[in-house]
């Protein structure tokens, strides 16, 4: 019993004083330093391989997409004697009306590809059920009768479709945050918690551009402003800048809130912005007719189609001008920078954007595939190159003759 009576007592301060030395131990300031610099060192390398490796899962996820689009406006046309998607006639597109209006050539080839039941004349609406219809129409000023409408719930479930979208590359751009531009007449930008009709986006969530080649209005190129203009209103062209006018005037593009207004200029690079090269700030700082048909001819000419003699007989960076486009449907994402081919990209770092004489002055021009601005021919080990501008950017493009 007496041996009893001491046991607990020792025991318990042998537990107590083990308790004691166990948390008397601290870190110093030395190693919580080391810690801190070691957890910095592990982010620092771990974030940049999870950024690269989600870009490029949504790139190889967004050129699928491209393709996917591209092979349904290939069937279509097989059906359709050569026609190219799009409900609504380019010319009508391109025109400033339309400019106001908003409506894209991507939803105008929805129209065709994507929306079979989804699409209808207000006649044909079930009654009591037009609050689910969006209206659609190039003209402000359409009436009822006239505009077409749309039910974004049921784009895609027709079997009989060219494409049925997935839903997550479905989100409607609204005029209210600046997403896409309107006038707000109609629902192609409606406000925000009205029915619209919806928009394709990449995996990055930013709207797909299609640049649609007008073969009926303009079938042979031969002066350069029969390439692409910025309106239909001024005359014909295989190229309408206008038909992508609601994306490309947005003050807050997709989901990544892209300035397509911000113009390229130094006070823009200096805030640390990225502004478009073909945005509407690229237009207002070309500010003529023959710089905007130059700026598009740069993006959208195919370069392996210069008009003969404009590389060996003037100056190869000014007077070249292509006879074909890079395909006659052109389908373009804005990449994992989120801005359709942005001022700050590699393209513009190696090959520049047309500073014409040190002039300073936004002039970017198809002969950029061949020429430096000041007009010297591209050459390596003595022989004359070509380069494909365009390709030099982080965007991804698909384009079909």
Same mark, same amino acid.
């Given at each position: 019993?007496?041996?009893?009576?001491?046991?607990?007592?020792?025991?318990?301060?042998?537990?107590?004083?083990?308790?004691?030395?166990?948390?008397?131990?601290?870190?110093?300031?030395?190693?919580?330093?080391?810690?801190?610099?070691?957890?910095?060192?592990?982010?620092?390398?771990?974030?940049?391989?999870?950024?690269?490796?989600?870009?490029?899962?949504?790139?190889?996820?967004?050129?699928?997409?491209?393709?996917?689009?591209?092979?349904?406006?290939?069937?279509?046309?097989?059906?359709?004697?050569?026609?190219?998607?799009?409900?609504?006639?380019?010319?009508?597109?391109?025109?400033?009306?339309?400019?106001?209006?908003?409506?894209?050539?991507?939803?105008?080839?929805?129209?065709?590809?994507?929306?079979?039941?989804?699409?209808r004349g207000l006649n044909d609406i079930p009654s009591g059920d037009q609050a689910?219809?969006?209206?659609?129409?190039?003209?402000?000023?359409?009436?009822?009768?006239?505009?077409?409408?749309?039910?974004?719930?049921?784009?895609?479930?027709?079997?009989?479709?060219?494409?049925?979208?997935?839903?997550?590359?479905?989100?409607?751009?609204?005029?209210? &945050?600046?997403?896409?531009?309107?006038?707000?007449?109609?629902?192609?930008?409606?406000?925000?918690? @009205?029915?619209?009709?919806?928009?394709?986006? &990449?995996?990055?969530?930013?709207?797909?551009?299609?640049?649609?080649?007008?073969?009926v209005s303009a079938p042979v190129i031969s002066d350069p402003s029969l390439f692409? @203009?910025?309106?239909?209103?001024?005359?014909?062209?295989?190229?309408?800048?206008?038909?992508?006018?609601?994306?490309?005037?947005?003050?807050?593009?997709?989901?990544?809130?892209?300035?397509?207004?911000?113009?390229?200029?130094?006070?823009?690079?200096?805030?640390?912005?990225?502004?478009?090269?073909?945005?509407?700030?690229?237009?207002?700082?070309?500010?003529?007719?023959?710089?905007?048909?130059?700026?598009?001819?740069?993006?959208?000419?195919?370069?392996?189609?210069?008009?003969?003699?404009?590389?060996?007989?003037?100056?190869?960076?000014?007077?070249?001008?292509?006879?074909?486009?890079?395909?006659?449907?052109?389908?373009?994402?804005?990449?994992?920078?989120?801005?359709?081919?942005?001022?700050?990209?590699?393209?513009?770092?190696?090959?520049?954007?047309?500073?014409?004489?040190?002039?300073?002055?936004?002039?970017?021009?198809?002969?950029?595939?061949?020429?430096?601005?000041?007009?010297?021919?591209?050459?390596? &080990?003595?022989?004359?190159?070509?380069?494909?501008?365009?390709?030099?950017?982080?965007?991804?493009?698909?384009?079909?003759?």
């Open positions: 019993m007496p041996s009893d009576h001491f046991s607990l007592p020792y025991c318990s301060s042998i537990r107590s004083r083990g308790r004691s030395r166990g948390f008397s131990r601290a870190f110093s300031l030395t190693e919580l330093l080391v810690v801190v610099f070691i957890i910095a060192v592990i982010i620092a390398l771990v974030v940049p391989a999870l950024t690269g490796a989600r870009n490029a899962a949504n790139r190889l996820a967004t050129t699928n997409l491209l393709n996917q689009i591209n092979t349904a406006a290939q069937a279509f046309r097989g059906d359709h004697q050569g026609q190219i998607p799009g409900y609504f006639p380019l010319r009508d597109l391109g025109s400033d009306l339309n400019a106001d209006a908003g409506l894209t050539a991507m939803e105008n080839m929805m129209l065709d590809l994507s929306c079979g039941s989804a699409l689910s219809w969006a209206k659609v129409h190039w003209d402000p000023g359409a009436s009822d009768e006239e505009a077409i409408y749309v039910n974004p719930s049921l784009i895609g479930s027709d079997q009989k479709e060219y494409f049925a979208p997935p839903t997550e590359v479905l989100q409607a751009q609204f005029q209210s &945050d600046g997403r896409q531009y309107s006038d707000g007449a109609l629902e192609n930008t409606a406000a925000e918690g @009205r029915v619209q009709m919806p928009d394709l986006v &990449d995996r990055w969530g930013q709207p797909l551009l299609a640049w649609v080649a007008d073969t692409a @203009r910025e309106s239909s209103d001024d005359g014909p062209a295989r190229y309408y800048w206008n038909t992508n006018a609601g994306y490309l005037r947005a003050e807050s593009y997709g989901e990544l809130g892209a300035g397509m207004t911000l113009e390229p200029d130094s006070s823009a690079y200096s805030s640390g912005l990225s502004p478009s090269l073909i945005g509407e700030g690229a237009l207002n700082a070309l500010g003529t007719d023959e710089g905007v048909s130059a700026m598009m001819a740069a993006f959208l000419g195919g370069p392996a189609y210069p008009a003969d003699g404009t590389l060996t007989d003037g100056n190869p960076y000014l007077d070249p001008y292509p006879t074909q486009g890079r395909g006659e449907i052109i389908i373009q994402s804005a990449g994992p920078d989120g801005v359709p081919f942005s001022g700050r990209d590699r393209a513009v770092r190696v090959f520049g954007t047309g500073d014409i004489n040190g002039s300073n002055a936004f002039d970017l021009r198809y002969g950029i595939n061949f020429a430096t601005p000041d007009g010297v021919r591209r050459a390596e &080990d003595g022989r004359n190159v070509v380069i494909d501008f365009a390709s030099e950017f982080d965007d991804l493009i698909v384009a079909t003759e």
